[in-house]
């Protein structure tokens, strides 16, 4: 079993920048690709950013590109989020995930949350106008 704990989020104001950090423990061996998931009032969960097994490959929603950025370093088995530019809508509870199958190459990722096993609690982030 893979543990997951977010951190890092809060309330800032548009054009600010916030970094999350998802903290592993337990069985992290197990971890593949990684990423990261919001999901705003009343809406569905949506994908925002993902990163493969050997960090090299990393892919984001349209709305983030340019603005977010995701990393991972396994050796403090963490995973990041660097956030720019903040916007309103933005605004949502931020999710870790983790994939627990590695056996699908170091470079695999995926944007769909049903590929990930392991999920955190969330952590908020609210943009003001």
């Known amino acids: 079993q893979v543990q997951l704990v977010e951190s890092g989020g809060g309330l800032v104001q548009a054009g600010d920048s916030l970094r999350l950090s998802c903290l592993a423990s337990?069985?992290?061996?197990?971890?593949?690709?990684m990423a990261w998931f919001r999901q705003a009032p009343e809406k569905e969960r949506e994908f925002v950013a993902a990163?493969?097994?050997?960090?090299?490959?990393?892919d984001y929603m349209e709305s983030v590109k340019g603005r977010f950025t995701i990393s991972r370093d396994d050796a403090r088995k963490s995973m990041y989020l660097q956030m720019t530019r903040l916007k309103p809508e933005d605004t949502a509870l931020y999710y870790c995930a983790a994939d627990r199958d590695r056996e699908l190459g170091p470079e695999f990722l995926s944007t769909s949350q049903y590929s990930y096993d392991y999920w955190g609690q969330g952590t908020q982030v609210t943009v003001s106008s």
């Open positions: 990163v493969s097994l050997n960090g090299r490959e990393t």
């Open positions: 337990g069985s992290t061996f197990y971890m593949g690709a």
